[in-house]
């Protein structure tokens, strides 16, 4: 009985259904994605040529959230956000049954498709529900969840195949199916909240929300660097094996989930034109390092180092959040998605016949991205909100 009540009180939180689809988020994407360099290459011997295609593909659905806009016409944003989290698990669930690069191919954009809305939708219920006060910090305990998830997740992944030779079949079913069920729990046990502002639902893009625009473009690019070469780098340069890469993600998973909320904490203390120019400073060291790299250790250490950093980019969100009209969010969450990859869709495979040549020039495109970043940063100002969005020329040369 009192099991119960606390179940429905906890449930009866709009935080606690954010923390559950991030859970469920994590089980199948991390899996997911731990998994795919070794099974691409182990199983499906692809080079950096079909790798980079294979993320290209990944990254389509994220150019194509702005989509997720007209969907909202026929359902409410909770709902589609359950919805995607069960596409995410059907995605994942099938990735292994056929080695091929087709299937491959589209397995990787039915289990994107459902990531990049599920996305989407979190984004936006997280910047609706959330307090501009508590937001930094929330989203911090949410990267948080995500990441002991990840570990628990991944330990058992580690465990298996310290005693068991890798069946990817039966583990990328158990977290797809594990996913499925998360996301048949949420939509059966978990209320329908009301909106707390009506979203417009039509496209459209602000004036005052370039800035935004400019560096959710450039985290992207960013993002991608490092999400499809960094772990390659690992694993064709450095010869990791499937072990290795797991105990990685490991250490970054407790990493992230003892950081995260500390960094979003900071982000709330500091504001977000610093907390952004230290992320930016520190990206730049680390793709310069990247490029001449030549030992396994050096290599973990910064892998370790730019994950973190992604913990920064909380900022980029809390920045929109105070610039924004409450009505504008789900709109802008969506076309920032598809900004975010606009870049993605097209560097993966285009930096993929790069590294063929020269792999260091792969990073050295990132530590330009960071620098470009670094610059535009600087113009977000101490205090930001819907009358100032940035700071003057003058402001920033006096």
């Known amino acids: 009985m009192i099991f119960n009540i606390q179940m429905k009180t906890f449930l009866s939180d709009r935080k606690s259904f954010l923390f559950i689809l991030a859970v469920g988020n994590a089980i199948a994407f991390a899996t997911w994605q731990v998994l795919l360099n070794n099974f691409v290459v182990e199983r499906a011997a692809f080079t950096g040529e079909e790798i980079g295609i294979l993320q290209s593909l990944r990254e389509v659905p994220g150019f194509l959230a702005f989509t997720a806009i007209g969907v909202l016409l026929f359902i409410r944003q909770q709902n589609f956000a359950t919805l995607s989290l069960i596409t995410l698990g059907v995605g994942t669930a099938i990735t292994a049954f056929f080695p091929t690069a087709l299937w ?49 997740v991944l330990s058992s992944i580690y465990l298996y195949l310290v005693f068991f030779p890798a069946n990817y079949i039966l ?33 459209f893009l602000r004036k005052k929300y370039w800035l935004y625009y400019v560096l959710t473009f450039l985290a992207g690019a960013r993002r991608q660097i490092f999400v499809v070469f960094a772990g390659f780098l690992m694993v064709e340069k450095f010869g990791f094996a499937i072990e290795n890469v797991v105990m990685l993600t490991l250490v970054n998973s407790a990493l992230t989930f003892w950081l995260a909320p500390k960094i979003g904490s900071l982000i709330g203390h500091i504001g977000e034109r610093r907390a952004l120019t230290l992320e930016y400073l520190g990206l730049i060291l680390v793709f310069v390092s990247y490029a001449f790299v030549n030992s ?33 969010i789900a709109a802008t969450s969506s076309i920032s998605f598809t900004i975010n990859h606009i870049a993605a869709v097209v560097l993966p495979a285009a930096l993929g016949l790069l590294w063929v040549i020269n792999h260091s020039a792969v990073f050295f495109a990132g530590a330009a991205i960071a620098a470009i970043s670094l610059g535009l940063a600087q113009l977000i100002p101490d205090k930001p909100g819907q009358d100032i969005v940035t700071r003057r020329v003058y402001s920033l040369i006096s």
């Open 104 to 152: 491959l191919y589209l397995s990787t954009v039915i289990m994107s498709f459902g990531f990049h809305y599920l996305e989407t939708m979190h984004n936006s219920l997280s910047l609706q529900w959330l307090t501009k006060e508590e937001a930094p910090t929330v989203l911090g305990q949410l990267l948080s969840t995500r990441a002991i998830s990840n570990l628990l």
């Open 171 to 203: 583990i990328y079913l158990l977290a797809g199916g594990s996913a499925i069920l998360i996301g048949i729990f949420c939509w059966t046990a978990v209320p329908q909240f009301e909106e707390t502002v009506v979203q417009r639902t039509e496209l």
């Open 296 to 328: 396994a250790a050096v290599a973990v250490a910064l892998y370790l180092l730019d994950h973190l950093f992604f913990a920064m980019a909380i900022a980029i969100k809390t920045y929109f959040q105070k610039i924004a009209d409450p009505a504008d």
